[in-house]
Structure formats: C-alpha cells, structure tokens
C-alpha cells in the first residue's frame, strides 16, 4: 500500500489551534511517500535511499527516532481500537526536516493513510489525521494542537483550509496565490522547544480569565475587554493577547478570501509582529526576512510560519516581487493525502 501526504505552511492562526481558535493551512507541494506491506510478506521497493523500517505491534515504545511517528501512528490504530499486525515500511520524502513545514504530520498522515487501507479500516481522511495527533501528543511526546495533521489529510489544489479547532469544522477558501517559503535553516526539535512551556502558560492564562467568566469555552473565545479586566501577570498578558488578536485576523483574511480577493497581506504582517512581541516565538533570521520582505516593493505581507523559534517564514505578493526575495521557493496549494497505490 502507497500513500503519500504533503507538507504545510499556515497562511495565518498561528498558536491557536491549541487554544480552540482557528487556522488556516495550505497544503504544500512537497511530499512524503511510504509504502507499507505486513511484516511476512516477501517485498521489493525501489527508491532512492528510502528510510526503512520494521514494526511489531506487540512491542511498540518510543525511542526518540524517526520512526516513533510511524510507530505512534500504529500505537493510535491500536489503543482506538483498529486492528493492525506487524507490518514494514519504506519512506521517501522531499519534505524538509525540522524546517517548521509539518514533515513529522506529514510522515504520520501518510502512514495513517497506508495503514487504514491495508488492514481494511474505514476511517475518514479528518479522523486519519486525529489518530496521527495523537501519535504526536502521546507517543512523541509534543503537545501540539491539531493543524499540521488536518492540513495534511485535508489540504486541496487552490484551496486554503479554514479549520475551527473548536469544534473541528473545517471548509476550503478560495487560494491561489502564490506563497514564497524562506528556510532560515536554523533548525528545532520541538519537543525541546519552548512549545510545551507555551501551552502551559496560555492553560494558566485560561485558569485565570475563568475565574471572572467561568462558562469561557477556550482562550480564543476570550476579547480585549475580558483581557483589559482580568489583568493577567506577565508574560500570561502577552500570550493572551496574541491568541486573542490573532484570533480576528484570521476570521479578516478567510472573509476576504470567500469573496474572492488575495490574501490581505497587511494581516500576516500584524501576525508577525504579535508573535515576535507578545508570544515570543521568533529568531532574529525570521525577523531580519519579514523586516526585508516589508521593505521590497509588490511584496504584500509576510510572516513566520509554524510554531517559530526558527524554521519558516512565507511572504505574499506579486510573484515577480517575491522572486527579488532570491532566498526560498514558491508554492501555491497543493493536493492533500492520498493512496498513491495499493496491491490489496
Ligand atoms: C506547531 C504545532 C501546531 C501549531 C503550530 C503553531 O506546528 O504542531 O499544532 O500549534 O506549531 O501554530
């Protein structure tokens, strides 16, 4: 069985899909391919140095390697009840490593794919991307929300995703700009970020606004007044703040992309600046890129992407502009996962 799934960039909603707000992905152009057979079946692949592997589902344990996203992607069809048996795997993948562009989700995606088809389940493409969450947040042991999975499964040609990590509701817009991704090459492991020490804080800063307005559903769902009134103790101010803002700017940019226009680029500016201030999630390679792309004519907006700390920053605008930004590679948005190929 063949399967294959993209990587990501958020367009913008950047640190809100763990607090219940709203993202809005696309799907990329490069890809991470596995081919999955049982573990006693006598098979051939031909690739390029494919990463190989071997799995048996009695003895699954994380070892802080690659393969704990495939691994953790069997453990979830295990513990949710979808049986599978040992089976081995070859993966190739042009999706840049540890660059902030999904290539763990893209990895489980694919896998999630493979192996729900080869063991016969059933299980729809939103679900598929749960189950490699899960992977992530219990086998891996990052506590990251749902995006880069469901922008994965649920990417499309042309179209951007708006996914409301509240509820899990999710519809395409309308996008085909052209997006450049700059690689700052400074790369992170995000289990040894300061991610988790991020979600810890915006649960405290919760905790904190609930004692005023108990019924609130999640950090996105607070305003500026309940901010202005709770009066969080710093940095909980800031990293409210941010989900809060961040919040109405992607509901911006998705109710000018359902009518038609580009990307209102001012907004992932405004991204920028309030992950770089109130979240504390930027470098100095992100910051001197968007300080760049603001100052070079056709270029419309930019900002980092991902969780930060490094990794990748996009810029929108007119594609000749874009080009002046020599650093990078232009996407627009792509297919999401797929079987590519099955023998069953
Ligand atoms: C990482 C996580 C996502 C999301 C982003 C920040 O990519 O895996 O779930 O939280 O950071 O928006």
Do not use: K
């Not at 079946?41 to 344990?61: D, M």
């Not at 995703?161 to 997006?179: L, S």
Request: glycine fraction near 8%.
């Amino acid at each position: 069985m063949v399967a294959s799934a993209p990587g990501r960039v958020n367009l913008i909603g950047e640190h809100t899909d763990y607090n219940g707000g709203d993202v809005l992905p696309i799907a990329i152009a490069q890809r991470t391919t596995v081919a999955i057979a049982p573990a006693n079946e006598s098979v051939a692949v031909s690739a390029q140095q494919p990463l190989l592997g071997r799995f048996s589902v009695a003895h699954l344990a994380p070892e802080r390697r690659w393969w704990d996203y495939v691994g953790g992607v069997a453990a979830a069809f295990q513990d949710s009840g979808y049986e599978i048996t040992d089976f081995q795997i070859a993966v190739v993948s042009d999706v840049p490593v540890g660059a902030g562009l999904s290539s763990s989700a893209a990895l489980e995606t694919a896998t999630a794919f493979a192996l729900a088809r080869l063991f016969g389940h059933d299980i729809p493409p939103q679900r598929l991307a749960l189950l490699g969450t899960r992977a992530e947040r219990e086998f891996v042991g990052v506590a990251s929300g749902i995006m880069d999975q469901q922008a994965s499964a649920l990417g499309a040609a042309h179209q951007a995703v708006h996914i409301r990590c509240d509820t899990g509701a999710y519809e395409h817009v309308p996008f085909d700009d052209a997006v450049l991704i700059f690689d700052t090459g400074v790369r992170r492991a995000l289990a040894d970020s300061a991610f988790n020490d991020r979600r810890a804080e915006c649960q405290a800063a919760l905790t904190h606004l609930r004692s005023l307005r108990p019924s609130l559903p999640s950090l996105a769902a607070a305003d500026l007044d309940l901010l202005r009134e709770a009066h969080l103790p710093p940095p909980l101010d800031r990293r409210a703040r941010h989900v809060v803002t961040e919040m109405a700017r992607v509901r911006a940019v998705v109710d000018a992309l359902r009518v038609g226009s580009t990307l209102p680029g001012e907004a992932l500016f405004a991204s920028h600046e309030s992950l770089r201030v109130d979240y504390e999630c930027s470098s100095p390679e992100l910051d001197a890129f968007v300080a760049r792309a603001r100052q070079t004519d056709g270029i419309t907006g930019a900002r980092l992407t991902g969780a930060g700390w490094g990794g990748c920053a996009i810029a929108v605008g007119n594609p000749r502009a874009l080009a002046t930004l020599d650093d990078g590679w232009i996407t627009h948005a792509a297919a999401g996962a797929r079987i590519e190929h099955s023998h069953v």
